[in-house]
């Protein structure tokens, strides 16, 4: 086990293992890394074990914007018989819908839209626009603009108290800023230091620039329209949801793969083996997912997650 980053920010030796789950996702497979791998570092070694160890010709991968990065799109592309479904990151999809050719006002009923790009050549990119999604970001942007005017506000009246020992113009700079990284609204206000004086202003034009892409997400995907049409695309990606959810069985209170009373690689191995086993044999059972069992399964899932535990 080695130091890594952690997302429960804990300092702490950690592993890394990474799950590869058939279509329904049901969990077929585990490997465990060194705390310090990064998650895309271990698509190539996946993808071996798919055509060395199953014996799988033709295979799709799907995977989140983080784990199929554009460097390890490039490492694919070079195989043969391998497709890919992801997704861009922001500023690729800032990129390719201001291309002169995309319209963000021809999206059919479903939310969808097919496009190509310059930048992505040979692939297949599809648009989808969520209402919600855009609705939940405006909201949660103007809450965010609200807090970091009512922060600079504050200061510029701290500013107008402070007549013996006046404010100064690096401290006024130091305040707000602390004020426009803690909301990350540093690119959407305008800020005028000048003779201990603060003025502040919303940056309106990038507001309106950004809010246009709100509830817009582009995925990418190597395959045709004959093989996988636009909804399936979608259904795809979105199937990752699946993952997510074996992950959280796996990792949370049901089979508890942590913490890790183990020290020697083999057992550590042996011990994220056994924990992978048990979410298969709870995807079998009769409930309708991992993340809302039944109270009669998750008595079952929890006799199991004392398997692990002993």
């Not at 230091?193 to 990418?220: C, P």
């Not at 083996?273 to 044999?281: E, G, L």
Request: charged share 35%; glycine share 8%.
């Amino acid at each position: 086990m080695q130091r890594g980053y952690s997302r429960d920010d804990a300092k702490l030796p950690q592993i890394v293992y990474g799950v590869v789950t058939n279509r329904e996702g049901c969990p077929i497979s585990v490997d465990v890394y060194e705390g310090n791998t990064a998650d895309s570092a271990t698509v190539m070694g996946q993808v071996e074990k798919l055509r060395d160890h199953f014996g799988i010709d033709r295979v799709v991968l799907v995977g989140d914007r983080g784990m199929l990065t554009s460097t390890k799109i490039g490492k694919l592309k070079e195989l043969e018989g391998l497709g890919w479904v992801s997704a861009l990151r922001s500023p690729q999809i800032r990129k390719v819908l201001a291309e002169p050719n995309h319209q963000l006002g021809l999206f059919d009923e479903s939310g969808l839209m097919e496009i190509e790009s310059v930048e992505f050549p040979g692939e297949r990119l599809v648009a989808c626009l969520n209402p919600v999604l855009r609705e939940r970001r405006r909201h949660e942007r103007e809450k965010l603009l609200q807090k970091t005017e009512e922060g600079l506000s504050k200061i510029v009246q701290e500013a107008g108290r402070r007549k013996k020992k006046p404010l100064s113009d690096v401290e006024l700079g130091d305040k707000s800023g602390r004020i426009l990284d803690k909301y990350k609204m540093r690119k959407h206000f305008e800020i005028k230091i000048e003779g201990g004086r603060l003025e502040y202003a919303r940056r309106e034009e990038n507001i309106l620039e950004e809010e246009k892409l709100d509830g817009i997400y582009v995925l990418r995907t190597s395959e045709s329209s004959t093989d996988l049409k636009t909804t399936e695309v979608v259904r795809t990606y979105k199937s990752l949801s699946q993952v997510e959810e074996a992950f959280r069985c796996i990792k949370g209170i049901d089979l508890s793969i942590r913490p890790i009373h183990h020290h020697l690689e083999t057992r550590v191995r042996a011990h994220v083996f056994d924990t992978r086993k048990q979410p298969s044999i709870c995807y079998r059972l009769p409930f309708p997912s991992l993340s809302n069992p039944s109270p009669q399964t998750r008595g079952i899932i929890a006799e199991v997650g004392k398997n692990n535990r002993t």
